[in-house]
């Protein structure tokens, strides 16, 4: 399957369950829509992988399930054309893989039952508190930054907010799918660099289907990162 095949797929989801959104429409911008969405499926496709490899080690089967999980309402938001639901996910998912990474320090001293309560604050203290993720957080640390962007818009609705007139309108109206996209590839680098030092998925990971996903949606760069060669 190709890339142009892999948004088909998903506009014709668009299509049958938001008929009147504006993503279900042909128009000229489509191509940002279009990247933002090969960027989740990259995203979707390395968790999966993670799953099933380091599934056994239930502490990070659930964080990469809750990801996982997180994306996944991110296409069902996409066509609702909102920006607080979409930056509200967004957080989340900043926070979960935050936790995500603190479980993988070599170094941790910090209980499972630790990381699930933690607050923001705490996270970002406990991985100064390691030497191990400290040295690794230029890796990560957009994270930071997306989890407290998001949690401004969260905590002031009303100034990001579109004023809704009529319900249509909102799902008439386009997103600035540029932005999202470039939020969505940052996570993705972080993936296929933290996740891939820390939970490596390598070649003998791959069958048929996987290496030709990989060979034909994942850019050259990013196949090196999944060890495809």
């Known amino acids: 399957m190709k890339k142009t095949e892999l948004y088909s797929s998903y ?22 829509a279009a990247q933002l969405y090969i960027c989740i499926y990259k995203i979707i496709f390395q ?27 991110v296409l069902l938001v996409l066509p609702l054309n909102d920006k607080y639901l979409l930056d509200t996910l967004l957080r989340s998912i900043s926070e979960s893989e935050l936790r995500l990474i603190l479980t993988a320090s070599s170094n941790r001293r910090i ?15 406990q991985i100064n508190l390691d030497s191990y993720l400290f040295k690794r957080k230029k890796q990560f640390i957009y994270l930071y930054d997306l989890f407290s962007t998001s949690s401004v818009k969260l905590h002031g609705p009303l100034t990001d907010i579109d004023t809704i007139l009529y319900l249509n309108e909102q799902l008439r109206t386009s997103l600035n799918y540029g932005t999202y996209k470039k939020k969505i590839f940052n996570i993705l680098r972080i993936n296929l660099n933290i996740f891939q030092n820390e939970m490596p998925l390598k070649y003998a990971d791959y069958g048929i289907e996987e290496l030709t996903i990989l060979k034909n949606i994942f850019s050259h760069s990013e196949q090196i990162k999944l060890d495809y060669y």
């Open 11 to 32: 506009k014709s989801f668009i299509k049958n369950n938001y008929p009147t959104t504006f993503l279900a429409k042909p128009d000229e911008h489509s191509n940002d």
């Open 111 to 125: 209980s499972k039952f630790e990381i699930e309560k933690a607050s923001f604050s705490t996270i970002k203290k």
């Open 47 to 73: 968790l999966k992988l993670m799953r099933n490899k380091y599934g056994i080690e239930n502490e990070r089967k659930h964080y990469i399930q809750e990801i996982e999980q997180l994306f996944l309402k």
